[in-house]
């Protein structure tokens, strides 16, 4: 699963004005995982090896991984060979280098679900 696209497609159905019962479902549901799936105290940015990693933060924004395994729910990297990785670190340096793997994006779902749930679900 990729958040940042999902989050992306969740404000898409979040914008409909008269969504079906099913993409009510499908909203509340997504931003259940959402919520559960969020980090805090972290924030991602340039560490002291030239790449960006997970640095401690108590007053960061949440944030996710880019990529979740369906199934279970883990965080997963790639790299160029088409390895999968559960650790950042197990990836080589020009992909910890030169990629996105976290993001703040579904924070902006979780700004605007409680606007949306009173539009239509009335709470």
Do not use: C
């Not at 090896?49 to 395994?69: G, I, Q």
């Not at 790639?78 to 996105?100: F, T």
Request: no cysteine; charged share 35%.
């Amino acid at each position: 699963m990729a958040t940042s696209e999902s989050a992306d497609l969740l404000l898409f159905l979040m914008a409909l004005e008269q969504p079906s019962d099913e993409i009510k479902r499908t909203i509340v549901s997504a931003h259940k995982w959402f919520a559960a799936h969020r980090i805090r105290g972290y924030r991602w940015d340039r560490g002291e090896h030239d790449y960006k990693e997970l640095l401690a933060d108590v007053d960061a924004d949440a944030l996710w991984a880019r990529f979740y395994e369906i199934g279970s729910g883990r965080p997963v990297f790639g790299d160029r060979d088409g390895s999968v990785h559960y650790r950042l670190s197990e990836i080589s340096a020009e992909r910890r280098r030169g990629y996105g793997w976290y993001t703040e994006h579904p924070n902006k779902v979780l700004k605007r679900i409680a606007d949306w749930r009173r539009k239509h679900l009335g709470r």
